[in-house]
């Protein structure tokens, strides 16, 4: 398998994010279906979070023009788990149209994977929780931008969808919330 450009870039730039030489794994969701490959570091931006970033998902045109899109995740280092959800949300946006913008919701992926008790799906913001990126790439005529991975509950979702994605930030920066507490309350 030949590797591309943008995700010989991407993958530079999650390690340099990281301050990590990451593993990767790939992800599909059949024998046949599209793959989607995924750098795990177990560094995070404090000691008990592991990283996690797609590599391969810039190689996929989402109907943006020249700008990919990529995510990352911080999680706690036990809820190993937590890249395949990051994994599942990249295919389910390739195969099956979710939306991956500023803003978007994928429904349950936490719950997919027994990942929380209070949490059930992932929102997708600027990435906030690495010091040093990572950081939107131009490789050639493409820019790839960044989007994190935060786990949110069901009522957290449903304040999101009536109020917007600014008034569901503010929320979380107002309660001063862990986003990378998989067990937090939520706040709405």
């Excluded at 793959?35 to 810039?58: K, Y």
């Excluded at 010091?131 to 931008?145: A, F, N």
Aim: charged share 25%; hydrophobic share 45%.
């Amino acid at each position: 398998m030949t590797v591309s450009d943008l995700a010989h870039a991407s993958a530079q730039e999650l390690a340099d994010a990281f301050a990590a030489s990451p593993r990767f794994v790939g992800c599909r969701n059949t024998d046949e279906g599209v793959r989607i490959d995924v750098a795990i570091a177990e560094s995070g931006p404090d000691e008990r979070l592991a990283s996690a970033g797609t590599v391969t998902l810039a190689d996929h045109d989402l109907g943006f023009d020249a700008i990919r899109l990529q995510i990352v995740a911080a999680y706690p280092r036990e809820a190993a788990d937590f890249s395949r959800a990051v994994g599942t949300c990249a295919l389910a946006t390739i195969e099956e149209g979710w939306p991956l913008r500023w803003g978007a919701v994928h429904p349950d992926v936490l719950t997919l994977y027994g990942l929380s008790e209070t949490l059930a799906h992932l929102y997708f913001m600027p990435p906030f929780s690495w010091p040093d990126g990572p950081k939107p790439l131009t490789v050639g005529e493409r820019r790839i931008e960044w989007l994190q991975a935060v786990p949110i509950s069901e009522a957290e979702r449903a304040f999101a969808e009536a109020n917007g994605a600014d008034a569901l930030e503010k929320l979380l920066v107002v309660g001063d919330i862990d986003v990378t507490d998989l067990e937090r309350p939520s706040v709405a």
